[in-house]
């Protein structure tokens, strides 16, 4: 096991003990808001490919850009796909 896995590892056992899943996030600080998206999607019920529209026009500017809104776009694509079938 190598010495960045462990330390990894450390801290998240330390952040497990330490909040609840919803009060930390892994892998950035791009979602600063009020209110989260996975709260709103979870509340509402909202399907994966909605949730995944959601998610990625939330994050866009603070993440991925241009990237994040053409992951979104793909999703739409998809949603309106199913109404052509």
């Known amino acids: 096991m ?6 990894h590892e450390q801290y998240m056992k330390r952040m497990s003990a330490e909040m609840d899943a919803k009060s930390r996030q892994v892998g950035g600080n791009h979602y600063q808001l009020p209110i989260q998206p996975i709260d709103f999607i979870v509340k509402n019920d909202i ?4 949730a995944n529209v959601i998610k990625y026009v939330v994050r866009h500017k603070s993440k991925n850009g241009k990237k994040d809104l ?13 109404y052509d079938a």
């Open 70 to 82: 053409e992951k979104a776009m793909h999703y739409l694509q998809m949603l309106i796909e199913d």
């Open 2 to 7: 190598n010495a960045d896995y462990e330390n």
């Open 47 to 50: 399907p994966f490919r909605e």
